[in-house]
């Protein structure tokens, strides 16, 4: 799941949110090595179609994306997101 971007720095930018006072909400391709740096936030998974025309596939490419957050998200709460 989710190809990371190598030459960024993952890690870091993980404990930089972590201390960071504001509030904050970023996105990410679903994939474990994230999970594990953001397990002190709020994770919600969300599967999306990739592609504007895919939806006329039979086979529409799916693809899964984390909202990461450091509040409780309560619109995700009511719509098809899953919380983690």
């Not at 391709?29 to 596939?57: C, H, S, V």
Request: charged share 25%; net charge positive; aromatic share 18%.
């Amino acid at each position: 799941k989710g190809i990371l971007h190598t030459s960024f720095d993952h890690e870091r930018f993980a404990e930089n949110m972590k201390m960071c006072k504001h509030r904050w909400l970023i996105t990410y391709d679903d994939n474990p090595n994230i999970r594990k740096l953001f397990d002190f936030a709020n994770i919600y998974e969300w599967e999306l179609q990739y592609g504007m025309t895919n939806y006329k596939q039979k086979r529409a490419r799916k693809g899964y994306e984390l909202f990461i957050s450091n509040y409780e998200l309560s619109l995700m709460k009511q719509t098809n997101f899953a919380f983690v």
